[in-house]
């Protein structure tokens, strides 16, 4: 089973920024789509940002202009650039892979999942 992997997370302060990776993996279908989900303690798993295949991107209103989304779909790699991190930005950031046509902004939308990637913004 194809199993994405994390890197990068850590602590930071408010205004800080890190920088997610999520390793190459070797797909058994055509990936369509890599996102960025997040999930703060109590609360549902949110789609951050995603990636096409075909270069379009998404991004989540709460971090738009701040977050930046890059990869090679191809290759199965997935960036993340975070700046100007807020304290509610904290939560467990996870990779994900959707190998059916387009992109989806839910988690339901994905067949391949990283372990996840602790990022915490102390203000």
């Known amino acids: 089973q194809v199993q994405l992997l994390e890197s990068g997370g850590g602590s930071v302060q408010a205004g800080g920024s890190l920088s997610l990776s999520c390793s190459p993996a070797?797909?058994?279908?055509?990936?369509?789509?890599m996102g960025w989900f997040r999930q703060a303690p109590a609360k549902e798993r949110e789609a951050v940002a995603n990636l096409h295949r075909f270069g379009d991107t998404w991004y989540a209103a709460s971090v738009q202009v701040r977050f930046a989304i890059s990869g090679d779909i191809d290759e199965g790699t997935l960036f993340l650039q975070m700046n100007s991190l807020k304290p509610e930005d904290t939560a467990m950031y996870y990779c994900a892979a959707r190998s059916t046509y387009g992109c989806a902004i839910y988690d339901y939308g994905y067949h391949y999942w990283g372990q996840g990637t602790q990022v915490t913004v102390s203000s």
């Open positions: 070797e797909f058994s279908s055509t990936i369509y789509c």
